[in-house]
């Protein structure tokens, strides 16, 4: 059986010229160098050392990346062995705004795209120089350190702007994507109580334009507490402010003002970002992380993992309210060059966002498993139609990357490129596991555990396990931890989301298998993990058998109860014109069948016209499971398409009775 984790041989190897150059390489040689250890001269010592001496690996990764700050760096932590309860650097103070504006000079910061064919670029001395007229006016309205600054906005520069404003000024941001309506985002500033509001007042998605300004007035209705809403003309109409409490242009609210940039220092666990967790299982919590364990874990994974450098320009698709979104805007403290795309990807086609690649010079590209997937099923040939010059890393998160996903990557996009698939998540806003450009990369794997993440995988009874499925784990403390979570002064939230199942070890929710290379394969997540006859099934053992039948654009299974055991029901969205019969059942089986084991063979096949998943991208197996067995689905505004449950709650009855 072709399993992921199973293979002998890479599928790509780094060059030794590009290895050598690498920054990877470079830290290397610095940390050996520092402790007068010869061993360290692979990957796995590196690691190894990380995870041992936390307490000396994380200041060699602070100098090495040039952290701006002050303060003693002495103790690099307090309570080292709590797990909830280690802090990182308490005696240091620093401003996250101020390392990603480290650059003042005339090198390109930020070049925009979007559907509407708006083309912008911005310096690094023209972002500082916005940033600092954006911050005076903030201070001219009250903001103060502590306070939360949210965004309603696309992926736009005016939005990394107001973040970096806020920052600068001691603030706390949050923000997500404006297609949210107002319950969801309800749902998440109401329970922050933001003093400002940036906004647009539309934006563009599939060859459309989306009004916000009503969503607006239904959020102010609820969230009585902001004063303030900011309002960027996006879409050149001069839309009407009426109705929207403390509404100001956001050109008008810069007028009169400076741009000296003044930075507050703040404590390294200050609160950086209030993000969301996704929703689908109640309201979202509100997970805090801090601006000095987000600012040194992201450069940890931008310098070293991702082998950013200043003559770089990194592209990844993402909303505002998807963690990558603050870990693409981190790139700025490296110098690189990022490119932002507002818009949908396949409008007006799919090669739009390699289209983006060449015109730009996209070196760095990051996207999401499933658009991968749905450029293989379109048929998208990136190598024969583009020249694609530039790139060298094609990043994928957000769900399980398929090997096939692999194989149309080296096969139909480009061979020589670091084909680098992610996983961490909003939890952590980064990774515990991803790319390396020391390591060669295996079909179907993660090259490797991040460096300080003690990354593990248990069975149930909380054992160590290797070369087979395990909960992913990770036993001992990190910068990016989640400071706290919003409203939860006794931390019970917090403890309960990570810390129930394994006292002391940080469980994440993840199905995982840790290789034979070091690698890993994610095989989707263990609260939608199947348990037909008492034997656990990742839900991505069945999709990457399915999606191989051509007929099949994509699929959702789930474990239904089914006379005192759970029997596997797999939904499958066909091409347009097709009939699921019962010939195409039977071929959708068999595949599986050889392919993987008889257990991943669901017990029912239904076709379904659309599939529900998150806003961004994830399919959502539990809202699924919830509708099947007669249970409400939660939050559905955590949804981009929740009218898609009532196509599974109209199949229940028929899935009860037989």
């Not at 949908?344 to 498993?369: K, N, Q, R, Y």
């Not at 961004?616 to 449950?645: F, M, W, Y």
Request: hydrophobic share 40%.
């Amino acid at each position: 059986m072709d399993r992921p984790g199973a293979n002998d041989r890479p599928i790509w190897e780094p060059s030794r010229e590009r290895a050598e150059a690498s920054n990877m390489a470079r830290f290397l040689r610095f940390v050996r160098e520092r402790t007068g250890n010869p061993d360290l001269v692979r990957y796995a010592p590196l690691w190894e050392f990380s995870v041992r001496e936390p307490q000396r690996f994380w200041p060699f990764v602070w100098e090495f990346c040039g952290i701006r700050a002050s303060g003693d760096l002495e103790p690099t932590m307090e309570n080292p062995g709590a797990m909830p309860g280690a802090r990182f650097f308490p005696n240091a103070r620093l401003n996250f705004a101020e390392n990603l504006l480290r650059y003042r000079d005339g090198h390109p910061a930020l070049v925009f795209r979007n559907e509407w064919g708006h083309a912008r670029e911005l310096s690094y001395a023209e972002l500082a120089s916005q940033v600092g007229r954006l911050a005076q006016a903030l201070r001219t309205l009250g903001v103060r350190p502590g306070d939360r600054v949210a965004g309603l906005m696309p992926n736009m520069p005016e939005t990394i702007i107001a973040m970096l404003a806020a920052s600068a000024l001691g603030a706390t941001w949050s923000s997500t994507s404006p297609d949210f309506g107002v319950a969801g985002i309800v749902d998440r500033f109401g329970q922050i109580a933001p003093k400002v509001l940036f906004t647009v007042d539309a934006y563009p998605y599939g060859g459309k334009s989306h009004g916000v300004l009503d969503k607006v007035r239904g959020v102010l209705a609820e969230i009585p507490g902001i004063e303030h809403t900011i309002v960027l003309d996006y879409s050149g109409r001069a839309s009407s402010l009426d109705g929207l409490r403390g509404a100001v242009d956001w050109n008008a609210l810069l007028d009169g003002h400076g741009d000296t940039l003044d930075c507050t220092l703040m404590p390294f666990n200050h609160p950086q970002y209030i993000m969301y967790s996704s929703g689908t299982t109640g309201v979202p919590k509100c997970i805090v992380h801090g601006a000095g364990g987000t600012l040194l874990q992201h450069l940890k994974e931008l310098v070293l993992h991702t082998d950013l450098k200043r003559e770089d320009r990194i592209f990844y698709f993402t909303t505002c309210g998807w963690m990558m979104w603050n870990w693409l805007v981190s790139s700025l403290a490296v110098g690189a060059t990022l490119v932002l795309y507002d818009g949908s990807p396949f409008h007006p086609d799919g090669h739009v966002l390699w289209d983006l690649a060449d015109e730009v010079g996209i070196s760095v590209f990051g996207t999401s498993a499933r658009w991968i997937a749905a450029c293989d099923k379109a048929g998208i040939k990136p190598r024969r139609t583009h020249k694609l010059a530039a790139l060298r890393s094609i990043l994928s998160t957000g769900s399980p990357l398929a090997p096939e996903s692999f194989d149309y990557v080296y096969r139909d996009v480009k061979e020589r490129v670091m084909l680098a698939s992610i996983s961490g998540g909003t939890d952590i806003v980064s990774c515990f596991a991803l790319g390396n450009p020391l390591l060669p990369v295996y079909r179907g794997e993660l090259q490797c555990r991040g460096l300080g993440m003690q990354v593990d995988a248990f069975d149930d009874d909380g054992q160590s396990v290797r070369g087979q499925p395990g909960e992913l784990v990770c036993l001992a403390p990190f910068p990016s931890m989640p400071v706290a979570f919003w409203n939860d002064p006794d931390g019970r939230k917090y403890h309960a989301a990570y810390f129930e199942r394994f006292p002391g070890v940080w469980a994440h929710g993840d199905f995982v298998e840790i290789t034979a290379h070091g690698g890993l394969v994610i095989h989707g997540r263990s609260d939608a993990t199947l348990n037909p006859g008492g034997v656990r099934i990742g839900t991505s053992e069945i999709y990457r058998q399915v999606e191989q039948v051509p007929e099949v654009l994509e699929s959702v299974a789930i474990g239904q109860r089914w006379h005192g055991d759970e029997r596997v029901v797999l939904f499958v969205r066909l091409r347009d014109g097709i009939v699921l019969d019962e010939a195409l059942r039977a071929r959708i089986r068999e595949v599986i069948r050889a392919n993987a084991t008889p257990r991943h063979v669901p017990a029912r096949i239904e076709q379904v016209t659309d599939i529900p998943r998150t806003r961004s991208g994830k399919v959502t197996e539990v809202a699924v499971r919830d509708t099947i067995h007669g249970r409400a689905a939660k939050n559905t505004e955590a949804l981009a398409n929740p009218q898609s449950l009532a196509e599974f709650a109209a199949l229940r009855p028929s899935l009860e009775t037989h």
